[in-house]
């Protein structure tokens, strides 16, 4: 049973770049979150899809979309990039509400 | 604003040791509280406590919530070195709300 997925394990872009993340959640859960998680700090939370809408979002500018498939997959997408955006970003998914999350090894993502 | 914070931040104990990991929690219509641990990159879950008082039991791990005191604790018993690791505790908000609130975590470290 395939765990959530996420690619790349690492990326390197500079300052201004656009990047794309993707994940493919647990086989059975179609809610996706994505959380960024800087150098010494907890898992902030971006935003999660269900049904291919995004359903909430957390404090992060407008910068950071997604999107999620038919397949429940999803994509992050950060645009103009800044330093600060260097971070381990997260993908979880869960199956239902009030369930907890399952979390992918994420992708390290360096701004330079 | 809704926070969660742990304490210590960080811990440097013997094999075989005891050891108890502390989170407080305020959180909107709170409904859940969760202990994560994070070795390299995914965090693993561990733990999901939504009434007080019931100890949650997992092998050398337990867990109880305070919902008086707005709380929870992690003991780890007779402490492995493959204990070591960063353990994150997140709450849940109530109806409408899909985010998890993590802290910064608590960073423990057991040596042989």
């Known amino acids: 049973d395939a765990g959530v997925t996420q690619s790349p394990t690492h990326l390197i872009k500079t300052r201004g770049q656009q990047v794309t993340l993707r994940c493919s959640p647990k086989s059975g859960h179609d809610t996706v979150s994505w959380y960024q998680q800087a150098l010494g700090q907890g898992p902030q939370f971006i935003f999660q899809?269900?049904?291919?809408?995004?359903?909430q979002r957390g404090n992060f500018p407008d910068r950071f979309s997604g999107h999620q498939f038919p397949n429940y997959s999803s994509e992050l997408n950060v645009n103009a990039l800044l330093l600060g955006d260097s971070a381990l970003y997260l993908c979880a998914s869960s199956a239902v509400y009030n369930s907890p999350l399952h979390f992918g090894n994420g992708t390290r993502l360096t701004v330079t | 604003e809704d926070k969660v914070v742990q304490s210590p931040l960080s811990l440097v104990v013997h094999e075989g040791d005891t050891v108890t990991l502390n989170c407080s929690y305020e959180v909107t219509n709170f409904r859940s509280l969760l202990w994560y641990k994070q070795e390299k990159k995914a965090p693993t879950f561990l733990f999901m406590l939504?009434?007080?008082?019931i100890e949650k039991k997992s092998g050398r791990l337990s867990s109880i919530l305070d919902k008086k005191e707005l709380s929870s604790i992690l003991n780890i018993t007779a402490t492995q070195t493959g204990d070591s690791a960063i353990y994150l505790c997140?709450?849940?908000?109530?109806?409408?709300?899909?985010?998890?609130?993590f802290g910064t975590g608590t960073r423990l470290k057991v040596l042989a």
């Open positions: 997140a709450g849940a908000g109530g109806s409408g709300t899909y985010k998890y609130i």
């Open positions: 939504t009434s007080s008082g």
């Open positions: 899809y269900y049904e291919e809408e995004e359903r």
